[in-house]
């Protein structure tokens, strides 16, 4: 591949950056105070409405859509958005600003590419104008869902409509209070082979019958407001016109769905190691320990020469992904794919936590962001597939290119 940026993806960046300069970096602190009060959990920040629309009158909205969505997206590719991932992924919370927050962005993909022109109408448009936000109710408490095919909750259609019943958990996004559409991942047909077996369908926030159990939180971070959720679904109808796609087409939808997210999810890991870095740059600078500076310690600048390369082998390896995606597709990219998400968690808690250790009392407060990031980066060696089933399928791939059987 080119690793040189498009011009297209350049100017991009270049705006994205003075965005942030102008109109977040002075408001930040204030972002923070509000979310760290305890008395604002699962409340909006009163500016994020604002911001969301000068970033949508600058053209800086939906930058994760690879096709070209007239004035709501810039059309970009997957190698394109690529670094843009990186420069939010430093300040995580900023996502939402430019309408690129999982799993927003992965819903609507999915309803992008599968959905029906009634289905789009419905939720692909509010949802790229930011109007609403949306869940993904996969992962279930009561089996090992890393097995997707494990996956217990029915979907079974009577009549005009569809009747699901099951308990979800890991709900990305259902507490949010703007969200109001969720994806839901279940069974219409236990007996058909194995990977036929599940589907996706649509369901409002205020169906009865679903039913938010508890807020879940992340190594004590409730990621206020978007969130996680358990969620028990108990005799939720909806319309069979909300099925996508089609039954048993669940695998499917999941696969394009899954792959830019891990694009994005890798990219923002990336961002977040290159803060964890610059802070720790910094902090040699400022600091001294039994009469030298921090920088003078060969310890030091072994720790941030080895960030520094973790970083750059992770960026480079997750666009050489991002690139693969682009001109062969999602399953010639499988094993990179595979690649990127094994390597890019690990390398961020790797990178984090030597900022921690460099910044000692100041690292674990809440005066940076890394313990949150670190959080974050422990959850994605879970999120979207545990590192486990990433490398038993990666080497079963390689073992194919090599073996003879």
């Known amino acids: 591949m080119n690793f040189e940026y498009s011009q297209k993806s350049k100017d991009v960046q270049t705006k994205l950056k003075d965005f942030i300069e102008e109109h977040i970096v002075p408001v930040e602190a204030e972002f923070h105070a509000f979310q760290q009060n305890p008395e604002n959990l699962w409340k909006r920040w009163p500016k994020t409405e604002g911001l969301k629309q000068k970033a949508k009158e600058t053209g800086l909205w939906n930058l994760f859509l690879p096709e070209d969505y007239g004035s709501l997206s810039p059309g970009l590719t997957n190698l394109e958005y690529a670094p843009l991932a990186e ?26 590419k599968y959905g029906s022109d009634a289905q789009k109408g419905r939720w692909l448009t509010p949802l790229m104008d930011g109007e609403i936000r949306s869940a993904f109710l996969m992962t279930e408490p009561q089996v090992a869902s890393s097995d997707a095919t494990n996956i217990e909750t029915s979907i079974v259609l009577e009549g005009d409509e569809y009747v699901i019943n099951g308990r979800k958990w890991w709900s990305s996004g259902a507490m949010d209070p703007h969200c109001k559409v969720a994806i839901v991942m279940g069974k219409t047909d236990p007996k058909a082979p194995r990977h036929q077996q599940q589907s996706m369908i649509l369901v409002p926030m205020d169906t009865p019958g679903l039913k938010i159990i508890r807020p879940l939180s992340v190594l004590g971070f409730y990621d206020s407001p978007e969130g996680h959720a358990e969620i028990e679904l108990k005799n939720v109808r909806v319309p069979k016109e909300n099925l996508i796609l089609g039954e048993g087409r669940g695998f499917e939808i999941a696969q394009g769905r899954l792959g830019p997210g891990r694009i994005h999810h890798c990219m923002r890991l990336v961002g977040m190691a290159q803060y964890a870095l610059e802070l720790m740059c910094q902090r040699t600078l400022e600091r001294e320990a039994f009469g030298k500076k921090f ?111």
């Not at 900023?94 to 999915?110: H, K, Q, R, W, Y």
């Not at 690139?323 to 062969?328: A, E, G, N, Q, R």
């Open 87 to 112: 420069i939010m992924g430093k300040r995580i919370w900023i996502c939402e600003l430019f309408n690129c927050s999982a799993p927003d962005t992965g819903n609507m993909e999915v309803l992008a």
């Open 295 to 405: 920088y003078d310690f060969s310890s030091m600048r072994q720790e941030i020469a080895k960030a520094q390369c973790d970083i750059e082998q992770a960026r480079l390896l997750t666009l050489s992904a991002a690139d693969k995606m682009d001109k062969k597709g999602n399953k010639e990219a499988k094993d990179l794919i595979a690649m990127i998400k094994i390597v890019a968690p690990n390398m961020a808690m790797g990178v984090i936590d030597s900022a921690i250790q460099i910044l000692g009392g100041k690292g674990v407060g809440p005066d940076t962001q890394l313990a949150h990031y670190y959080a974050i980066a422990r959850m994605l060696r879970l999120a979207d597939g545990p590192d486990e089933v990433h490398m038993y399928q990666l080497g079963k791939s390689c073992i194919k290119k090599y073996g003879n059987s």
